[in-house]
Nanobody, 128 residues
């Protein structure tokens, strides 16, 4: 069981920034894919950013140019830097890990599997 713990959420005005963190057990960094997902009020969960063990990164279109995913393996931490936040970014944000076939992290971000491990989430609220 991967114990992923997110932090860094909060309330911010539109145009502001937040940085989310996700600490994970050391062994999770052997996972081929790590990523950030979110679920807004009345919306389905969506993958927004993923990073592969080889460093490949992908973003969903709505956050490209505003969000940056990164990881510090020495600290066992995954980050999501969120800039120029909009009211549509209001959601519960989750980090997740998995080992999809062929390390297709972008595809995994679009469709998490039953084996995907999740954190408990951190709330981000953006006021306009």
């Amino acid at each position: 069981q991967a114990n992923l713990v997110e932090s860094g959420g909060g309330s911010v005005e539109a145009g502001g920034s937040l940085r989310l963190s996700c600490t994970a057990p050391v062994y999770t960094y052997s996972a081929s894919c790590m990523g950030w997902f979110r679920q807004g009020p009345g919306k389905e969960r969506e993958g927004i950013a993923s990073i592969g063990s080889a460093g490949g990164i992908s973003y969903t279109n709505s956050v490209k140019g505003r969000f940056t995913i990164s990881q510090d393996k020495a600290k066992n931490t995954l980050y999501l830097q969120m800039n120029d936040l909009k009211s549509d970014d209001t959601a519960m944000y989750y980090c997740a890990v998995d080992n999809p076939p062929l390390q297709l992290c972008e595809a995994w971000s679009s469709g998490p599997r039953k084996s995907t491990r999740w954190g408990q989430g951190t709330q981000v609220t953006v006021s306009s």
